[in-house]
């Protein structure tokens, strides 16, 4: 497995503060570190009894429940800001701070430290470990929205997924809230929803900007890249960063167009990317004539192939020769075991939380969607340091 790395590694022009991709370990070390992790994963494993291994996947949810519960409850924040004062703080007293009940806060946070995202010195002085600290709202790549996304609506359409949906073959979403997870988040009073959900996928990019930008270049350093369906622009918004020639397009449906102004303003990039509201389902604007390469992140794993093939299609009846798409998904069996086995639960949830006939692929299929959409270049695969791969197809 690991096909198609790019064992030297690319360096950008500018490799900016906020960046992570000067985190990365070279290609060896990740190597290792990935057979260490499926080795050491293995063994846990094997070394639990037949019944303890039933019993702990029978309980995994409750791991999920004790982290919302700390984040939605704003316990990671209560600890955090007094960890940020130099203070550890007492279950009793975050209890109080919050008006929860003292009892139950104490038992819940004694848990968050039995999954090991707090810490306690001493006797009751708790204290965020570095995973717990990524929870708090103000961190800078806080996972806050991530954690409470995969826990509300998500987790709901879960458990349809694995009931109704089984008879049905209709998403899990669609079982639970009677329309499909889209045209749900786009109704106004589910405008906060929709905006958690921007945020948590803005949350997602950041590790998957930095593993992208060491093992895949923009076709120049003063490329135009259209990020279709790109929510708030942070991943056309990362490659500006690091590419300060670059320019950029955000397009999106008009509401998450208008956050991605926002959002690209906040970054001082408004000069150089643009946000366009419209739909990838049909033709899309001229003005995308420019772009030399037409990057989409977890867009086609949205989608039935049919509907994949017509996003590709609208992209390559716009597109300019020589241009070239630039796909970034859960690519599957390219990786190890427990990176596979992710991958698998992913796909699950493409079922359970998207439209139906959202779905993960392996490279061969996506290879197909682009054939089928009358791309005749030979897609070529792009391994990051990630469970994430990218499929880069000229047009
Ligand atoms: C799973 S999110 C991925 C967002 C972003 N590419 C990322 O990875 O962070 C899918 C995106 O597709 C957008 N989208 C859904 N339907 C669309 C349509 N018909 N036209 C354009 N964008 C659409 C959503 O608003 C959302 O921003």
New binding site residues.
Partial sequence: YLVGTSPTGITPPVVPPSSLIGQLPPWPIFRVAIALNEFFEAAAWATRPPSVQVKSLATAYWQSEVTYSLTKMGIFDAVGKAGAEGVGVSCKEVASGLSLDEDFACRMMLAGEGIKLLTRQGEGSFSLTPAGDMIRSDHPASLRSVVLMLNEETRDAWRKVGTASLESGVSGFKEEFGEEF?SWHSKKGNRGKMSQF?NA??A??HEIAGSLLVDWAPPTPSSTVC?I???KG??VGAMAQHYPELNGVV???PI?AKSAEANLEEMGLSQRVKAIG????ESLPAKLSDCDAFY????LH?WDDETCVKIIKNINAVAKEGAVIVSTDFILNVDGPAMEMNKRLMDINMMAANPTGARERTFQEYSALFKAAGLTAEPQLVKQRDLVSTVVVEI
């Fill in positions: 889209w921007d996928m803005r997602f990019s990020d369906g790109g929510s942070h991943m397009f999106d449906v998450v419209g739909s990838f389902l989409m992140k977890f867009i949205d």
